[in-house]
């Protein structure tokens, strides 16, 4: 009885061990789970790069925000301050106002 109870406690400790260390401390930035399908997508800095975009624009804030909304939707901001929007996808390109303009800067 004592080596049956001996040999259960040693499996659990065992099987303690191998969970935790198959825990990865990563930092929680890189990555987020998105979606059902559980794939790992790269976090964007959507404050920065929106930021830098917009930094020539007449109206900064307005286009700040834009930025943002379109960013946290498409997963991307194009590259320069203006032009490149076809780099990002039919999403980026395709968003579109209430008054059917453009939305992504």
């Known amino acids: 009885m004592a080596l049956r109870l001996l040999l259960l406690v040693a499996f659990l400790l065992v099987c303690t061990?191998?969970?935790?260390?198959d825990i990865d401390l990563e930092d929680s930035r890189t990555q987020i789970?998105?979606?059902?399908n559980?794939?790992?997508?790269?976090?964007?800095?959507?404050g920065g790069l929106c930021k830098e975009r917009c930094s020539l624009h007449s109206r900064p804030n307005v286009c700040t925000r834009?930025?943002?909304?379109?960013?946290?939707?498409?997963?991307c901001v194009p590259p320069?301050?203006?032009?490149?929007?076809?780099?990002?996808?039919k999403c980026y390109t395709?968003?579109?106002t209430h008054g059917n303009r453009t939305k992504c800067p």
């Open 94 to 96: 395709d968003m579109t």
């Open 66 to 75: 834009a930025c943002g909304t379109c960013c946290f939707r498409c997963k």
């Open 33 to 36: 789970v998105k979606g059902a």
């Open 38 to 46: 559980r794939r790992l997508l790269q976090t964007l800095d959507c």
């Open 17 to 21: 061990i191998q969970v935790s260390s």
């Open 80 to 89: 320069g301050t203006s032009g490149n929007r076809e780099l990002c996808g």
